[in-house]
């Protein structure tokens, strides 16, 4: 078991609303696993430099699963969310506004595998 993770560093525009973002998403790693990077347990910062109003973090433990963190604070209401990986979610993702403000895009997608490419 394992976390890879796809990263786009400017944001890879969305096909909405065609389908789902969540099925977008899972459609966009499966055509570019290839391109996914395993990780080694330890803790990242995965916050895209456009999204200042949210911080996500991602911590990897040793036994191959993780934690999901968000905490955002948009000056009306602030929160946190942890996501327990695989057991509350297999895949998480991080989109939002890209660089223009007019299209939405993805900018993270966390996927928990069975077996992780070596």
Known sequence: MGIERLHFENGRPLNIPRVSIGQEAAIIFINNEAKAQILPEGEYDITPKTRGDTQ??????????????????NGITRGETNVLMPKESQIEFISGPLEDGKTIGIYEIIV?????KK
């Open 56 to 73: 996500y973090r991602l911590k990897v433990l040793g036994n191959g699963n993780a934690i999901f963190k968000s905490n955002f604070d």
């Open 112 to 116: 928990h595998v069975i077996d992780p």
